[in-house]
């Protein structure tokens, strides 16, 4: 969270575009019940690790809470942040796991907002726009998860 204050930060003072994804692995609490917590932690290592190795030098992630991640993007559009949440998405969907002879079906909801900054503005916070991407990841459960929701999509703005 430092890491992305100080990204907002550097875009009230220079201005520039910043996209925030947030997502969580679906049906998760299941997994830990029927498999064990070790287990649900291999697949939180899993998706952390996939997730890790499509990001840009540029890009922040942590895990923001349980099986739920943020992505900061700093000086990514909407539409590009979308396509990367959406490529990841697919990425851990591609690779089930093997566990106790079961195959299991890893998938993941994914939220993303976005706010473009004008040097010296601070109508937007990190918070904010926090808010605007867990409430289109919860749209996107809506949906039925494993699919992608911008904050825009979940207000209805566009399709």
């Given at each position: 969270m430092?890491?992305?204050?100080e990204v907002f930060?550097?875009?009230?003072?220079?201005g520039g575009g910043v996209s925030i994804i947030m997502f969580d692995i679906d049906h998760f609490k299941k997994v830990n019940d029927t498999f064990g917590h070790a287990i649900g932690d291999h697949i939180l290592v899993h998706v952390?690790?996939?997730?890790?190795?499509?990001?840009?030098?540029?890009?922040i992630m942590g895990r923001y809470g349980g099986e739920e991640f943020i992505i900061?993007?700093?000086n990514t559009p909407l539409y590009?942040?979308?396509?990367?949440a959406e490529?990841?998405?697919?990425?851990?969907?591609?690779?089930?796991?093997?566990?106790?002879?079961?195959e299991v079906v890893i998938t993941s909801?994914?939220?993303?907002s976005h706010a473009y900054i004008n040097a010296g503005e601070s109508q937007y916070?990190?918070?904010s726009l926090m808010k605007q991407a867990d409430e289109a990841l919860y749209a996107a459960k809506g949906k039925g998860r494993n699919c992608v929701q911008s904050y825009r999509q979940a207000l209805g703005i566009v399709k």
């Open positions: 430092e890491k992305i204050e930060e550097s875009l009230t003072i220079n952390a690790d996939t997730a890790k190795k499509s990001l840009r030098n540029t890009d900061c993007m700093a590009q942040a979308c396509e990367f490529t990841l998405r697919e990425e851990i969907a591609k690779e089930n796991r093997l566990i106790n002879g079961e909801s994914f939220g993303v916070s990190i918070h």
